[in-house]
T-cell receptor, first 108, second 113 residues
Framework: AQRVTQPEKLLSVFKGAPVELKCNYS??????LFWYVQYSRQRLQLLLR??SRESIKGFTADLNKGETSFHLKKPFAQEEDSAMYYC??????????FGKGTHLIIQP | ETGVTQSPTHLIKTRGQQVTLRCSSQ?????VSWYQQALGQGPQFIFQ???????GRGNFPPRFSGLQFPNYSSELNVNALELDDSALYLC????????????FGSGTQLSVL
């Protein structure tokens, strides 16, 4: 069975501080990992995916197969980063398996 | 380009009733998937339709069923509603069944009393 764990329900950091949202997964094969974000009063949207190895809005995430992790990082947090972040995994042909999410609050 | 739209936005039903939720895919997308999001949880995959056929299903009982129409819009039907079915139901469309990037609707909030 595949599983995604986001250990922090809530993460609060000050503006300008580094941010790291943790994500660990359990899957026997080669997974595809994603980060989705939901800003206040907006719909869930894709932030980034590991296969693209891109940086979106200053965020990056590296897939670490040894530690089965896909942590989301940003060196300097901005107030507009406040949102709900979901890590998701796709293994095989089925849909995405989401974690429970981390609510990120950036304090001024 | 229109986004994913869902109707209704809110719905209240009683236990044992049946409900139909509707979704219009984003223009150009031929794949639609449905997710259930309970309060405080992440979305949970129900099933996916590609070109009018179900091609993936999560751990949901058969009383959860769906349809996809030739215009790629979709319905989610739930029979014999239970209290635990109360949740936000999200529809997502994608360009193809590989669904690397999902475009989500705003959801339908279902309350079962």
């Amino acid at each position: 069975a595949q599983r995604v764990t986001q250990p922090e329900k809530l993460l609060s950091v000050f503006k300008g501080a580094p941010v790291e949202l943790k994500c660990n997964y359990s899957y026997s094969g080669s997974p595809e990992l994603f980060w989705y974000v939901q800003y206040s009063r907006q719909r869930l949207q894709l932030l980034l995916r590991h296969i693209s190895r891109e940086s979106i809005k200053g965020f990056t995430a590296d897939l670490n197969k040894g530690e089965t992790s896909f942590h989301l990082k940003k060196p300097f947090a901005q107030e507009e980063d406040s949102a709900m972040y979901y890590c998701a995994l796709r293994g095989g042909a089925d849909g995405l398996t989401f974690g429970k999410g981390t609510h990120l609050i950036i304090q001024p | 380009e229109t986004g994913v739209t869902q109707s209704p936005t809110h719905l209240i039903k009683t236990r044992g009733q049946q409900v139909t939720l509707r979704c219009s895919s984003q223009s150009g997308h031929n794949t639609v998937s449905w997710y259930q999001q309970a309060l405080g949880q992440g979305p949970q995959f129900i099933f996916q339709y590609y070109r009018e056929e179900e091609n993936g299903r999560g751990n949901f009982p058969p009383r959860f069923s769906g349809l996809q129409f030739p215009n790629y819009s979709s319905e989610l039907n739930v029979n014999a509603l239970e209290l635990d079915d109360s949740a936000l139901y999200l529809c997502a469309s994608s360009f193809d069944r590989v669904n690397e990037k999902l475009f989500f609707g705003s959801g339908t909030q279902l309350s079962v009393l």
